[in-house]
């Protein structure tokens, strides 16, 4: 099973948001990372990208450009 995985980059004034993950987290705790999540359910990847700044910083984005997919294996 392929998941796909959207992440977002966050640009304002220049500068770009990083979050760091808290203690909390099973996964890579205290590291950097981009806004991201897991495309579960068939919306579009300009929803899920909305949705997810939102949840993740509170903020409500403008503008979303999508770049092109990639595997990673």
């Given at each position: 099973?392929?998941?796909?995985?959207i992440?977002?980059?966050?640009?304002?004034?220049?500068?770009?948001?990083?979050?760091?993950?808290?203690?909390?987290?099973?996964?890579?705790?205290?590291?950097?990372?981009?806004?991201?999540?897991?495309?579960?359910?068939?919306?579009?990847?300009?929803?899920?990208?909305?949705?997810?700044?939102?949840?993740?910083?509170?903020?409500?984005?403008?503008?979303?450009?999508?770049?092109?997919?990639?595997?990673?294996?």
């Amino acid at each position: 099973m392929v998941n796909e995985i959207i992440v977002c980059v966050v640009q304002h004034e220049g500068k770009i948001l990083l979050l760091k993950r808290t203690a909390h987290h099973e996964h890579d705790s205290h590291k950097w990372e981009f806004v991201s999540g897991l495309l579960k359910t068939p919306v579009s990847k300009t929803f899920r990208a909305q949705e997810q700044i939102t949840l993740e910083t509170g903020l409500s984005p403008e503008f979303v450009k999508q770049g092109a997919p990639f595997e990673v294996e």
